[in-house]
């Protein structure tokens, strides 16, 4: 108890001794100038407007688009493209649209990028576009995909990193409902069930190919209390049959919500697999022109009525039901009563 409290001790006569240093005497060296212009600058920029805010903040960020998910991360991704387009800087990326299913769409983002002179590194898709408006995506459309990528010389990647651990109900994995084998996984979010802690899974030649050329490096890569969580996470799932359970409340789910469609033309399609659903709101059934501003509005409605979704898609016009696995078939009328009352 004693040895524990020591390095908190530290860091709190740390801290005082930071408050009280004269302010003519800082820290040697701290904060950097650098630091210290980057501060007057944000300074300024907090005096401009939101968008040019985006902008100015847009111009220092360094990375590449992340996930050209919902409406808010495209716009920010075809901002960053055009950006450094117009300096100049090849991108590297290219994106298609999984919907609808027609692998042709990858086979022209293959066709731009060797038209700039690069052969695909790899293709990385989420098995359940739950980003983007969630989709029910044919096994032998992401096999056609796997093929395009591998014939031109790329890896696949399923990120799992929303669609994995048993989400999907069937299996562990989402990629394994289409039957391909990945050439790499990424895992994130449900790995510790609140626990911060990802990874990277790959085959050992694909790994080969990097030691020696990459040095790969995490400060806290290796955490065994990370790991603990998310050994603790694969426990459960075998040890309470989640998959199990998945696969019977997301029937009674996809059941629940079909009916509920059926009764309103306002909700133009559902769709999902397992704990992953969308509800996909339109204003007119006949043009099926997105309706976000009544996706939203049931949202904020069901947080009052206790149901937390969000919104997804290009349009921000689905819901996005994404219950934790822990929900079971007696939950589900109080969901899909909550989204009745609140359209
Ligand atoms: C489908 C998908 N893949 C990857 C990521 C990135 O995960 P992380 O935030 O752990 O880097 C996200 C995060 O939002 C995601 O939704």
């Known amino acids: 108890m004693r040895l524990r409290s020591i390095p908190c001790f530290l860091a709190l006569a740390a801290l005082a001794a930071y408050a009280q240093a004269p302010a003519a005497a800082p820290l040697r ?19 401009v407007p939101q968008a040019e805010r985006l902008r100015i903040y847009m111009d ?68 359940l576009i739950t980003s983007d408006g969630i989709a029910d995506l044919d096994p032998g459309y992401v096999q056609d995909l796997v093929r395009l990528t591998h014939a031109a010389g790329g890896l696949w990647i399923a990120d799992e990193v929303q669609a994995g651990h048993g989400r999907t109900g069937e299996f562990l994995w989402c990629f394994e409902r289409f039957g391909v084998v990945p050439d790499l996984v990424t895992l994130g979010k449900p790995m510790g069930n609140g626990h911060p802690v990802a990874a990277v899974i790959t085959r050992r030649d694909i790994l080969a190919e990097l030691v020696g050329h990459v040095t790969i490096f995490s400060t806290f890569g290796g955490n065994p209390v990370s790991a603990a969580a998310a ?18 409340t997301g029937r009674a789910l996809g059941t629940g919500l079909a009916e509920l469609a059926a009764a309103r033309p306002e909700i133009g399609d559902v769709r999902g697999v397992g704990l992953a659903r969308g509800v996909e709101f339109v204003a007119d059934p006949a043009t099926r022109e997105p309706d976000e501003a009544r996706a939203q509005a049931v949202r904020d409605r069901m947080r009052e009525l206790g149901v937390l979704v969000g919104t997804t898609g290009r349009h921000g016009n689905v819901l ?5 696995l822990a929900f079971d078939e007696p939950h589900v009328p109080l969901l899909v009563d909550a989204l009745d009352r609140a359209m």
């Open 231 to 248: 050994l603790a996470v694969l426990d459960v799932i075998d040890d309470e049959r989640v998959l199990e359970r998945v696969q019977r």
């Open 320 to 324: 996005k039901i994404r219950p934790p």
């Open 60 to 127: 220092r960020m360094a990375a590449k688009p992340h996930h050209a998910g919902s409406a808010g991360s495209k716009a920010v991704a075809d901002y960053l493209t055009a950006q450094l387009t117009e300096w100049g800087f090849d991108t590297h990326i290219e994106t298609f649209q999984a919907r609808p299913s027609d692998p042709a769409a990858l086979a022209a983002a293959i066709e731009r990028l060797s038209a700039r002179g690069h052969a695909p590194a790899a293709a990385i898709l989420d098995g």
């Open 29 to 47: 060296g701290f904060p950097p100038d650098k630091w210290k212009a980057e501060h007057e600058r944000e300074e300024q920029a907090k005096a």
